[in-house]
């Protein structure tokens, strides 16, 4: 399959996810108690990958993604925390200062050298996720402290640390195949969020928050996770086929589809979302988004 029939995977199905996230989450409900509930609901879907597939037992590779397991399971603590905290569209928006680590730490590790356009459009992937996610302030008092979202510099801690997985991912990608790769690096990371719940005040607060949950809230939970699975699958397949900071920077699409979306959500569905869409803030988001077209023909070529 082509690589980027493959990369669009992602975008698509994670302007689905991240919506249904910050619905979820939005519930009287810490990031940390809705982390564990949405990687415990995962479990199924983590379970049913060596039933259907091989999976592959290198000691030293387990033992480095069982790391990353654990480093992913604190970045995915920064995201429900910034989602919980912050506007979905403009979270998702930061997502993609992530093509410019990816891009950095592939030159460094792999020895990927792109063409100029292709950084030419990374960049401009970046000034775009920037500028979605600009807030113009309503006083002055708020103007001193910034108007870029509140959450950025959490987004980019994250970012370097999800790139250099990504990047280690795609070192190993013909030795270990996706299916390997999802079940080690998800299973540790599953297994040390459960393991949390050995703390007393962690298991007491959990079982508060997730006292009286509608089944429904569950069941779109568990859609969610194992949608994840697949958008890692599909990223996967991809980096064989493409370098990771190329296939990364087409998710950068996502932000566009996001917002369409939220907009039918605020407009017709405001008690279950609510985003800022005032003239000026999505005139600044729809100019992110000719960014955004314009930095992926780039990365194309």
Known sequence: MNW?????????????VNTANKILISRKISPLTYQIAYYAAG?????????????????????????FGVLEAIVSYMWYYSMKNEEASRVVSLVYTLPVFTAILSAIFLGEALALHVYAGIGLLTISAL????????????????????????????????????????????VFEPASVIFWTLGSGTAALLAMLLVPSILQTFRREMHGTPHSWTAVVVLMSTLEVIIAFATYEAFKLASASVVISISAIQPIILIFVLVGFTRFFPHLLKEEFDRRTLALKAAAAVLIFAGTWLVMG
């Open 4 to 16: 980027f029939l493959l990369a669009l995977v992602r975008p698509l199905l994670y302007a689905v």
């Open 43 to 67: 479990i199924p879907a983590l379970l049913a990958i060596p039933l259907l597939l091989p999976i592959k037992t290198d000691t030293t590779i387990i033992s480095i993604l069982a790391v």
């Open 131 to 174: 500028a979605a996610s600009y807030r113009h302030s309503e006083s002055r008092k708020k103007n001193r402290n910034g108007r870029v979202s509140k959450v950025l510099p959490i987004m980019i801690v994250r970012n370097i640390i999800w790139g250099g997985y990504l990047v280690y991912t795609k070192s190993i990608i013909g």
